[in-house]
């Protein structure tokens, strides 16, 4: 017996990514989530500044192109000012862990009652793939064409362990990926807990999801998804980190 | 007689007081009393107060407050408000109004604590990238904050646009008598973002440009034309005109009574608005003016430079432009009065 | 028919075809609009399981269930 399975309404025009970018399922899963609790008119995105900062024009759904790194803090101002509104910051590594990383922390800190979600896919992708904070050692990107040399420019950060290790009152922290049919199903489940929890007003929560980029590892799909499932699913574990309390 | 209220705690209050039930910020020398006071009061009057983790953040978390259609404040110094710029300019991007409460200390860099007037080019001109423009409101008294303060906000309404309070470290410090009006009660902006996807926005990324630098244009010009607002007294007959802002010009008032008294044809202009510059005040001098005096609390001249743009479009565009600055204090009455005889003798050398 | 297929949407990422179970994607021999050779589905050898939707970043299928 067949299940139906259609695009959410809430997702219009097709968005500009690059043939086998994982940003098309992350929104898509977002969507799916959002219109399963009936929160798709009660609902803002704050959009970070990356590749998915042109999403806007797909995404039938309240949202705001915030600046670079701000999201968290943005978001914290649409919270504080619509409680009961399901607030979500879409962010990738280089918007979320460099420049963000105060704003990123400190909602964190303060146990600001969003959801973030970092697309994580170790290059500053949509400036045509400089070094970010969570490019493997060795990794060449165009800031380090020799391959990433952690000695001096530090470790790959484990941004989803630093908040689930420091602010132990946070609601939920999970990692996943979208590269296999089964990643893909827990990611949804831990989107669908970020956002109960939200909803329950249980504090903040952190989605974290790796994610091929083909363009910038210079790779095909296929060969991308691959080093997903290998390469970075070793350093970056997948599953969540902090659970929900029970209630 | 009404209370002695410290001028940082007016500042909070009066924003309350216009409506503003949203804030949030980051202590720095001599602006911290306005969120010390906040940090209880804001929430008996039912607001939000947020002690962000730095002025960039709490401008940011600001830009989420006002996209969602609420009054809302926040309050630093000179070089705190240097990192609130980029978003400010982001702010004037979306037409998100604010009040920045900028209690300048002088100075460069850290500067140091005092009184100052060096942020005039920063806050008029503005630090962010691009080609916005914010009101800038300065008060010479904390009843006069009390009432710029209100009128900030409706500005803010009206045009879409951020306001600045550009007051100084001393009007923050000091106490005088004050009085506020009743507690107003505000409805969230409309067409602001709720969650209900009741209005199509156009995303920064895909906006028309070319139509939008025809509107912004026109919608400076509608401010410059209808928004200045300045004081200033014995100017059909005056042989000088003292310039002057703030605190600065609060003394050049008091300096202008006492050079009448003694005889000198002397008047002042005391710029409200910096931006917009109250070119109209200017129209009102006699023709036969000899020349302006620009006074100024920071080190190279700032307002100088608007006055002498203001004559430009008059026909006084050949008087010259003097320009005495007193670096990180308010110039005393009796120093406005000698560096005044210092221009009459012929001693000083004009700017423009 | 158990899977609609918005062919102009494809951009021939391969992730379909390569996990697809029964082997029932493949590249059309057509370019399309967006100068792709999107993906067909043969609905013999489909059997509904809607991996294919759940994988692809473009939106491109519709499983459509007992109802198809």
């Known amino acids: 017996m067949a299940i139906a399975k259609k695009t959410p309404e809430m997702l219009g025009k097709q968005i500009s990514f690059c043939p086998g970018c994982g940003h098309g399922v992350v929104v898509r899963l977002i969507a799916e989530c959002v219109e399963e609790l009936k929160m798709e008119k009660n609902c803002i995105w704050s959009i970070g500044v990356g590749c998915y900062s042109l999403m806007g024009a797909a995404v039938e759904a309240d949202n705001f192109n915030s600046l670079h790194g701000r999201g968290a803090a943005v978001s914290t101002g649409f919270k504080r000012c619509n409680p009961d509104t399901l607030v979500i910051s879409y962010q990738g590594d280089g918007d979320a862990y460099s420049i963000g990383i105060g704003e990123s922390v400190s909602a964190a800190y303060r ?29 060449k ?6 391959g990433r040399d952690c000695t001096t420019t530090g470790m790959p950060m484990k941004f989803p362990e630093m908040i689930a290790g420091s602010f132990p009152d946070v609601a939920y922290v999970a990692r996943g990926a979208v590269t296999t049919p089964a990643h893909v199903a827990k990611l949804k489940k831990y989107i669908m807990n970020a956002f109960k929890a939200q909803m ?10 790796l994610s091929p980029c083909p363009t910038n590892w210079k790779m095909t799909p296929l060969q991308a998804i691959e080093r997903v499932n290998t390469e970075l699913v070793d350093y970056y574990p997948l599953g969540e980190l902090k659970t929900r309390e029970a209630k | 007689m009404e209370d002695m209220i410290k001028g940082n705690h007016v500042f909070a209050e009066a924003a309350l007081r216009a409506g503003a039930r949203f804030y949030a910020g980051y202590p720095i020398t001599p602006s911290t009393e306005i969120m010390e006071y906040l940090s209880t009061r804001m929430d008996e009057v039912g607001g939000v107060y947020i002690q962000a983790e730095s002025e960039q953040a709490s401008m940011n978390i600001l830009t989420g407050a006002s996209a969602s259609g609420v009054r809302c404040f926040t309050a630093s110094s000179s070089v705190g408000m240097t990192l609130k710029q980029e978003a400010i300019s982001h702010m004037a991007d979306s037409d998100l109004p604010f009040l920045a409460i900028n209690v300048v200390r002088y100075g460069n860099g850290l500067g140091n604590l005092q009184t100052g007037q060096s942020d005039y080019y920063r806050d008029t001109r503005g630090g962010g990238s691009g080609d916005y423009r914010n009101f800038v409101l300065s008060p010479y008294s904390l009843q006069e904050s ?21 007051t100084e470290a001393s009007l923050g410090q000091m106490m005088e008598p004050c009085s506020f009006p009743e507690m107003k009660t505000v ?4 067409g602001a973002i709720d969650g209900t996807h009741s209005q ?9 440009r070319f139509a939008e630098a025809l509107e912004m244009k026109e919608r400076y010009k509608r401010a410059i034309e209808n928004e200045q607002m300045w004081k200033d007294e014995y100017l059909e007959d005056a042989d000088y005109v003292l310039v002057a802002y703030g605190l600065a010009g609060r003394s050049v008032m008091g300096a202008v009574e006492k050079l009448r008294a003694e005889g000198h044809k002397v008047g002042f202009i005391r710029p409200i ?8 005040a200017f129209a009102k001098v006699n023709p036969a003016v000899k ?11 700032q307002m100088v430079d608007d006055i002498a743009l203001t004559l430009k479009k008059t026909e006084q565009r050949d008087k010259p432009v003097y320009c005495f600055t007193y670096a990180s204090s308010i110039p005393t009455l009796k120093r406005i009065k000698s560096d005044f005889i210092k221009v009459t003798n012929g001693e000083v050398k004009e700017v423009y | 028919m158990k899977v609609k297929v918005r062919q102009e949407r494809c951009k021939e990422c391969g992730i379909c075809v390569a996990n697809c179970p029964k082997k029932a994607i493949s590249f059309s021999e057509e370019i399309s609009v967006t100068g792709y050779r999107p993906v067909v589905v043969n609905d013999e050898l489909c059997i509904g399981c809607g991996i294919c939707y759940t994988m692809c970043p473009d939106w491109v299928f519709e499983i459509l269930g007992d109802r198809g």
């Not at chain 1, 329950?200 to 999801?209: H, M």
């Open chain 1, 111 to 139: 146990n600001e009652n969003i959801t973030v979600i970092t697309v994580n896919n170790t290059n500053y992708g949509m400036t045509g793939g400089q070094m970010s904070a969570t490019t493997m050692p060795g990794q």
């Open chain 1, 141 to 146: 990107t165009t800031t380090s064409p020799l």
């Open chain 1, 200 to 209: 329950n007003n249980e504090g903040y929560s952190l989605v974290e999801v």
């Open chain 2, 146 to 166: 009390v009432e710029l303060i209100a009128h900030a906000f409706d500005l803010g309404d009206k045009y879409g646009m951020g306001a600045i309070l550009h």
């Open chain 2, 187 to 190: 409805e969230r902006r409309p």
């Open chain 2, 200 to 208: 199509e926005r156009i995303s920064p990324l895909f906006r028309d």
């Open chain 2, 273 to 280: 608005t910096l931006w917009p510059f109250p070119e109209k």
């Open chain 2, 291 to 301: 020349g302006y005096i620009s006074m100024e609390e920071n080190a190279a001249g």
